[in-house]
Nanobody, 125 residues
């Protein structure tokens, strides 16, 4: 079965950096659009970033553009989210997600087929 396992979350001071990883198994990784979402307490899950099958195209939410970078290593079945210049409002549980469609511009939660369990990111002010 498909498994997505996130890691790399933690506590960081505002202005700091974290790198999240998501290891995928049970799927043909290079045939999946990969995305990152986040959910803060009391809020709905929201789109953060997506990357195309071979990594040539990326798409970001306006709130993270210029600070976060999504990348992937198809040889290792892993997608990454490099987060720089973190702000307290970035505090959330971050989820990795996968979808078979090539369309990376669809940011809806229900557009994704598989989800990880999430990793907590806390940014202290």
């Amino acid at each position: 079965q498909v498994q997505l396992v996130e890691s790399g979350g933690g506590l960081v001071q505002a202005g700091g950096s974290l790198r999240l990883s998501c290891a995928a198994s049970g799927l043909r990784f290079s045939s999946y659009t990969m995305g990152w979402f986040r959910q803060a307490p009391g809020k709905e899950r929201e789109f953060v970033a997506a990357i195309s099958w071979y990594g040539s195209t990326t798409y970001y939410a306006d709130s993270v553009k210029g600070r976060f970078t999504i990348s992937r290593d198809n040889a290792k079945n892993t997608v990454f989210l490099q987060m720089n210049s973190l702000k307290p409002e970035d505090t959330a549980v971050y989820y990795c997600a996968a979808r078979t469609s090539r369309n990376i511009w669809e940011a809806a939660v229900n557009a994704y087929d598989y989800w990880g369990q999430g990793t907590q990111v806390t940014v202290a002010s």
